[in-house]
């Protein structure tokens, strides 16, 4: 019987060892900065999918503010960086199993995000608005009362609708949103009134229809909510890589490549007060 559980012990621990070094990448504990620097390249998760900040173009590259500034950033330090699409939804998952190395592609600061994410800096704002088509006479958000609304999953916000119900969340229809995996999605049902609003991060909303030459035929409202900063996620332990994003970004304002690829994207300077000064 003794040996019996010895030998079950025994492929318990195997079981738990091979586990735990599964691709060798698995749930990193320590600061990979010197790894980073040996391979000369970070992996970083986006959504390719969310204009203006990290997209692909019709040629299929990889374009956007966060990629050229990521690119600028790390090209500081002579390093690559591999862009990975990622599920939103799972992009704090990828990060903790070690799928990739930063989060990076209009990532909101959130409490809840803190607990579990190391921030750098806060490098942009941005802010939760509402799009409708004009034709639907939605003019405040008292209008969107049993209207059904759509929401990214996994986005900030689509989580303040859920903390802050008495905002949005206790007014529409079923007290809850229809979900997309990406923004795309979403206003391709907007447009086709498979739902009558969308909860979206300004950013995207303005690039869209801009983009889309439809600005005239929507309205965008304020949802509400505080406004958001947008920071980069590292895991708790890249502590040095948290830091080296950081100087890198006071470097860059103040030689003025920032304000170059803001002005590339947005047509002015979208800098924080912690990027401008040191």
């Known amino acids: 019987m003794r040996k019996f559980k010895f030998v079950i012990t025994l492929i318990v621990m195997v079981l738990v060892i091979t586990g735990c070094a599964s691709g060798g990448k698995e749930k990193p504990r320590k600061d990979n900065w010197n790894d980073f620097q040996t391979d000369k390249k970070v992996v970083i998760g986006f959504d390719n999918t969310f204009v203006p900040m990290g997209f692909q173009d019709k040629s299929g590259k990889d374009v956007g503010f966060d990629i050229d500034l990521a690119n600028a950033v790390f090209e500081k330090y002579g390093m690559k960086v591999q ?107 907007l447009e086709n009134d498979r739902i009558d609003a969308l909860l979206i991060d300004k950013v995207y909303a303005n690039y869209y229809l801009k983009q889309q030459n439809k600005l005239d035929d929507f309205n965008i409202l304020n949802a509400g909510f505080e406004s958001e900063a947008f920071a980069v996620g590292a895991r708790k332990a890249d502590i040095t890589l948290v830091n080296k994003i950081n100087e890198a970004f006071h470097e860059l304002y103040r030689e003025g490549t920032f304000q170059k690829i803001a002005n590339k994207w947005f047509g002015e300077d979208v800098a924080t007060k912690e990027v401008k000064s040191k």
């Open 83 to 189: 862009w990975q699409a990622i599920n939103w939804d799972l992009k704090e998952t990828e990060l903790k199993n070690g799928n990739i190395d930063l989060i990076w592609n209009g990532y909101s600061k959130t409490d809840e995000r803190e607990s579990i994410v190391q921030f750098t800096k806060q490098y942009m704002v941005n802010e939760q608005v509402i799009v409708v088509k004009k034709s639907k006479n939605i003019k405040a958000i008292s209008d969107l009362k049993d209207k059904v609304l759509g929401a990214q999953n996994g986005s900030s916000g689509y989580d303040t609708f859920n903390s802050s119900p008495e905002v949005l969340k206790n007014i529409v229809k079923n007290n809850d949103a229809t979900q997309y995996e990406s923004f795309n999605e979403a206003l391709i049902d």
